[in-house]
């Protein structure tokens, strides 16, 4: 009975070190790598009927920025997100392939030049049940696996709560994130975010520099702060122009 017992708790640790990617896979081992800097290649939209409009808007909305961090933090990584934030400022629909015949049953962004060190995410919704969603990040060197972590929740913001139990410094990372504003601010840590190579946009004057400053500055609030800041300008602006 005793052996019969230490084999089943033998095949359960095994099982659950494979279905977190931890299987011989240490902090040990990730300090030994010659090269540590890691891209974001690969991004999957799975859901059925979905528009590239939809996907994209799915895309700019994902917290790539917040999920990349906290992965780099655990393997004292960098992780190089600039091509994808390219994809996201120039709004560039082409760059989305759609998957499917008679219906769209995925929409992907893939970087242009993966390289031998790759992050890939592979995002599912239930086509007929909204709070059904799955993640899979993987964490590739050349042909090689180096990590998978496969995530189940009911909303988005529930990944990194799913993320303890696979990434012990994640929790860590996430206050570190939201205390220091990381979302709204760059250079951030271990995140390339810029690869120099946006499109050069004249800068615009006056009225116009104004309200894209405005526009821009807006997309950073919730309802509530976006209340506070509508009285706020109107009643400055008021004092100033009278």
């Known amino acids: 009975m005793k052996n019969r017992i230490l084999k089943i708790s033998a095949f359960i640790l095994i099982t659950l070190s494979l ?5 011989f896979n ?3 081992d990730w300090d030994k790598l010659p090269d540590r800097k890691f891209c ?4 999957h939209f799975v859901l059925l009927a979905q528009s590239k ?7 700019r909305k994902f917290p790539v920025k917040k999920l990349m961090f906290i992965l780099a933090k655990e393997y004292n990584i960098k ?3 600039s091509e994808f934030n390219n994809f996201i400022i120039t709004k560039n629909l082409s760059e989305i392939e759609a998957k499917g015949l008679l219906r769209t049953v995925e929409n992907s962004w893939k970087k242009s030049s993966a390289g031998n060190n790759k992050i890939t995410l592979i995002f599912e919704q239930d086509y007929l049940d909204e709070s059904t969603k799955k993640l899979k990040i993987g964490v590739y060197r050349g042909n090689s696996t180096l990590k998978i972590i496969q995530l189940e929740m009911n909303k988005i913001d529930s990944i990194f709560k799913q993320l303890n139990i696979y990434l012990p410094s994640s929790k860590e990372s996430l206050v570190e994130y939201e205390e220091k504003n990381y979302d709204k601010i760059s250079p951030i840590p ?9 499109p050069v946009v004249e800068e615009p004057d006056g009225p116009v520099k104004i309200k894209t400053m405005i526009d ?3 997309k950073t609030l919730d309802k509530k702060e976006r209340d506070n800041f509508k009285h706020d300008i109107i009643d400055y602006i008021y004092q100033k122009c009278n």
Do not use: M, Q, W
């Open 19 to 23: 279905l977190s990617g931890c299987l």
């Open 26 to 28: 240490t902090k040990e």
């Open 40 to 43: 974001l290649s690969e991004f």
């Open 53 to 59: 409009e939809e996907a994209f808007e799915f895309f």
């Open 79 to 81: 992780v190089d997100i």
């Open 190 to 198: 271990l995140i390339i975010e810029s690869n120099n190579s946006f």
């Open 216 to 218: 821009n500055y807006v």
